[in-house]
C-alpha cells in the first residue's frame, strides 16, 4: 500500500514551481539559450575564420593613370588565384575583367606619342578569362564608332600587343573579351585615352641672295632624331623638283646647298619634306620664296703679277703696286648674272664701285668684262670680243705715238661693239660696231649722256668719250679730276 505524500512535501514542490516562472518572467526579451559548448578541434584542422560584417556590393576600383607611357585600367577586383596560379573562372554572374595599357613604344621621346613615329604597346592582366582567349583592342573614331585596331591572346594571365602610331590628335582605345564596347555580353577593360603630337618639318629661307651664290638652307624636325632623310625641293611649274637630299643629325638639324637657278634673277618656291615612317605619306614644312638678287658683291685685291701678265710691261708709267684687281658682278646680256674683274689705280676703286653699282640697279648690260689677259693684251681683239676692261699698259690704238689712259689704270672701256671708237682718221673700231654708229635710238648696251653709269661716271670726275669731236669714244670713261 503507497503511502501518500505529506502536505509538508506538496509545498514545497509547488514554491519550486513558481520561482521558475517568476524568473522566465523576468528574463530580457530576445535572449538566447546558451550553446552546449564546443566540440574541441582536431589537431590538423584549422581554425576557421570569424564571419565579417556584409560589406554591401563590390565598388570597382578607380583606374589608377600611370606615367606618360601609358594608361592603366579595370573593370572589376581581381579573384584569388589558385594554388597553382590559375585563375579560377568565375560564374556567370560574374564574367570576369580585363585591364587595359597603352604605352609608348620606339618613340624619340621617351613617354610621348608622335605622329607616324613608334607604335602603341597595349598590354593589360585578366581575372576569370582562361588562357588561350582573345582580346581585341578597339579605337574610338571622331564619330563615336569603334573600331577594332588590334588582337591579343591571354597567357598566363596576361595579353600584349601593339599598333603603329599615324595620325595626331587625342585617341581613345579600349580592350574586350570579342566585340566593341557596350555591343553585348562582352568584358570590357575601361577606356584609355592618349594623346599624339604632331610630327614636324621646318625650314628657314633667307629673304634674298645673291644670284651668283650657293645658300645655305636650314631646317629641322621635331620631334629632334637623327637619320631623318628629307627632300629639298624647289617648285618648278605646278611640281615640285628635289634638288638636295639632306640627313638630319642627333639634334634633329639639317642643312643643304642651294644651287638652283644660280646666275638667274627670279624667285623660287622651295620647301623640305620627309616620307612618314608608318604611313606612304609625306610630312612637308612651309613653302617659302627664296629671291635670287643682283649684287655688285665688289671685291678689290693686291694686283698680282699674273694679273698683269700680258697688260704690262717694263717702262710703263704705272706699276702693278698702284693698280688692284676689282672683281664684281654685272648683269648680262642674256638677263643673267656674271662675275667679271677690271684693274684700276687703287685710289679709283670706290669710285668705279659706286658707279658700277648704280649701272647694276638699273640693269645696265654688259656683255663681258675678262681680264685683258684672255685676248693677250691686244686691244682690237677684245674691243672685237665686246669686252670691258681697265688697266692696259698700250698705245692709243690708231695712234701709235700716244700712250693710252689706260695705261695709268685710270680709264675703262665699256660694251666696245655696242659703242665704238672712231680715231682721227676716220675708222671705227671694232669694225663690228659700226652698225652702232646711229646713236639713236639707244639699243641694248649702247651708252648715252642720260644712260645711268654715264651719268654716274660723269658724277665721280670720269670724261666720257662721247663727247669728244670729231672724233669719238662711246665705250671711253676717263678720270679727268
Not at 238 to 255: D, H, I, L, W
Amino acid at each position: 500500500m503507497r503511502t501518500p505524500p505529506s502536505r509538508t512535501a506538496h509545498g514545497t514542490v509547488l514554491a519550486g514551481a513558481l520561482c521558475a516562472l517568476l524568473t522566465l518572467a523576468a528574463a530580457p526579451a530576445g535572449a538566447e539559450t546558451p550553446s552546449p559548448a564546443p566540440s574541441p578541434t582536431p589537431p590538423s584542422a584549422s581554425p576557421s575564420p570569424a564571419p565579417s560584417a556584409d560589406p554591401g556590393p563590390p565598388t570597382a576600383p578607380t583606374p589608377t593613370p600611370t606615367a606618360s607611357t601609358g594608361v592603366d585600367t579595370t573593370t572589376s577586383p581581381t579573384p584569388a588565384p589558385t594554388p597553382s596560379g590559375r585563375v579560377v573562372p568565375q560564374t556567370e554572374s560574374d564574367p570576369g575583367s580585363l585591364t587595359l595599357r597603352v604605352a609608348a613604344l620606339g618613340s624619340p621621346v621617351a613617354g610621348r606619342f608622335y605622329e607616324d613615329l613608334g607604335r602603341y604597346g597595349f598590354s593589360g592582366q585578366v581575372s576569370g578569362i582562361a588562357d588561350g582567349s582573345a582580346i581585341e583592342v578597339y579605337r574610338r573614331s571622331a564619330s563615336g564608332t569603334w573600331a577594332k585596331v588590334a588582337t591579343a591572346t591571354v597567357a598566363s594571365g596576361v595579353y600584349a600587343t601593339s599598333l603603329p602610331v599615324t595620325a595626331k590628335g587625342v585617341t581613345s582605345f579600349q580592350a574586350t573579351t570579342g566585340g566593341a564596347p557596350g555591343s553585348g555580353d562582352e568584358v570590357s577593360s575601361a577606356a584609355a585615352r592618349v594623346t599624339v603630337a604632331d610630327s614636324t618639318v621646318h625650314l628657314t629661307v633667307p629673304a634674298g641672295v645673291n644670284s651668283l651664290k650657293n645658300p645655305t638652307l636650314k631646317g629641322s624636325v621635331s620631334p629632334a632624331r637623327a637619320g631623318v632623310h628629307l627632300h629639298l625641293a624647289v617648285r618648278i611649274g605646278s611640281t615640285y623638283k628635289v634638288v638636295a637630299s639632306p640627313v638630319t643629325n642627333a639634334r634633329g638639324q639639317f642643312s643643304a646647298t642651294f644651287a638652283h637657278g644660280r646666275t638667274h634673277l627670279a624667285r623660287y618656291r622651295v620647301r623640305t619634306a620627309f616620307h612618314a615612317a608608318n604611313r606612304d605619306r609625306w610630312e612637308t614644312s612651309a613653302s617659302h620664296v627664296l629671291r635670287r638678287v643682283a649684287v655688285l658683291d665688289a671685291v678689290a685685291t693686291d694686283t698680282t703679277k699674273a694679273d698683269v701678265a700680258d697688260t704690262y710691261r717694263r717702262g710703263c708709267p704705272v706699276g702693278r703696286s698702284k693698280l688692284q684687281t676689282v672683281r664684281m658682278n654685272y648683269y648680262g646680256f642674256d638677263h643673267r648674272m656674271h662675275r667679271g674683274v677690271l684693274i684700276i689705280r687703287t685710289d679709283l676703286v670706290p669710285e668705279i664701285t659706286r658707279s658700277f653699282r648704280a649701272g647694276l640697279a638699273a640693269r645696265y648690260p654688259i656683255a663681258k668684262m675678262k681680264n685683258p689677259n684672255a685676248y693677250g693684251g691686244n686691244d682690237p681683239k677684245q674691243m672685237k670680243a665686246n669686252n670691258t676692261s681697265g688697266f692696259n699698259c698700250r698705245k692709243v690704238v690708231g695712234n701709235p705715238y700716244a700712250q693710252s689712259p689706260h695705261s695709268y689704270g685710270i680709264a675703262i672701256d665699256v660694251n666696245t661693239v655696242q659703242n665704238p671708237y672712231r680715231d682721227g682718221h676716220g675708222k671705227w673700231w671694232p669694225s663690228n660696231g659700226k652698225k652702232y654708229r646711229d646713236r639713236s635710238p639707244l639699243k641694248k648696251g649702247m651708252l648715252g649722256k642720260f644712260s645711268t653709269l654715264t651719268k654716274k661716271l660723269t658724277s665721280e670726275d670720269f670724261f666720257w668719250g662721247g663727247r669728244w669731236n670729231p672724233g669719238r669714244d662711246y665705250q671711253h670713261f676717263e678720270y679727268r679730276p
